[in-house]
């Protein structure tokens, strides 16, 4: 029992050594700092990923490395709905190894890194849930998955890694991700982001220039739905937005997007995905009983 327990004593500490080097303390100039996680380098420039509520303040972001120096950082992108950012800094540094997470499972022992002072930090706990389903977050990010980690929670880890027992990242820490819970954002969901991010300074979002509300669906139209119950009303449009540009006008009802319900407005902004901006999708539509499809060119925002 001594021994195995001093085996696993030995492998945390080589995981520890192993991962902390990647791991960096962020500074805005508020006294209060968080942690980040080396993603990629790229032409001797590093980016790195962090919680994006811990970047107030942009102007001075500054960077505290493994062997106790300071470099200054610039933000290149943020995304509030999942709370994640993307910092570079103009310095190569090493890169951990990010896994997906598939392996995972409920009692797995993980570890969850920081370096919220000179020294990279580390909490013992086991992944408490593993989902297999998207999530929204309560500002509308979508997360492919839900995994929480059942650790100690500390000041300044938020951004941090969570790795498992073979040294691999599983994702990135976020105290602001899921209320009362130490939610991860998983790395699929950070390798769906951080193109957009780099390429746009924020994850685009698709919007068809409508403001609906819940109805529920006269006998007629239900019959001409398959017995759907429920649509939504439009009732507001953007002036030459998507929308109006295909024909919908304020009344209409929209039952259907590329033949998904819509019951709601949760549902249409989740319909809505960063890979639609700028294709056509087919909204089935009713006005005054009659049930027909119209194309619409999903537009974007921030």
């Known amino acids: 029992m001594a021994n195995a327990a001093q085996d696993l004593s030995s492998a945390l500490a080589q995981i520890v050594e192993k991962v902390g080097p990647s791991v960096v303390r962020v500074e805005d100039g508020r006294g209060r700092p968080s942690t980040g996680v080396v993603w990629e380098v790229s032409g001797g420039s590093t980016l790195i990923a962090t919680a994006s509520h811990s970047q107030e303040r942009e102007d001075s972001l500054e960077v505290g490395l493994h062997d106790g120096s300071t470099v200054k950082a610039s933000l290149v992108g943020f995304d509030n709905s999942t709370d994640a950012a993307l910092i570079k800094v103009d310095q190569a540094l090493p890169v951990p190894t990010w896994g997906d997470g598939a392996d995972l499972k409920v009692g797995n022992l993980v570890l969850l890194l920081g370096r919220p002072g000179k020294t990279a930090r580390a909490a013992l706990g086991i992944a408490s849930a593993v989902g297999t389903d998207e999530w929204r977050t309560a500002a509308g990010g979508k997360v492919n998955r839900y995994v ?40 699929p969901t950070l390798q769906r982001i951080v193109p957009s991010l780099q390429q746009h300074g924020k994850v685009q979002r698709g919007f068809i220039g409508v403001g609906v509300y819940p109805v529920n669906l006269p006998d007629d139209v239900k019959k001409q739905v398959g017995g759907q119950e429920d649509g939504v009303v439009v009732v507001a449009l953007q002036p030459d937005g998507p929308a109006q540009k295909a024909g919908i006008a304020l009344g209409d009802v929209l039952i259907q997007l590329e033949g998904k319900p819509v019951t709601s ?22 006005r005054a009983g009659a049930v027909r499809d119209v194309s619409i060119t999903v537009g974007s925002r921030g």
């Open 148 to 187: 929480q980690a059942d650790v100690a929670r500390s000041p300044g880890f938020s951004g941090g890694p969570l790795v498992d027992m073979n040294g691999k990242v599983l994702g990135m820490y976020s105290s602001a991700l899921a209320r009362g819970a130490h939610a991860i954002l998983p790395t």
């Open 265 to 286: 407005p949760g549902e249409l902004i989740s319909l809505l995905d960063p890979d639609k901006v700028g294709k056509a999708v087919t909204a089935k539509v009713a």
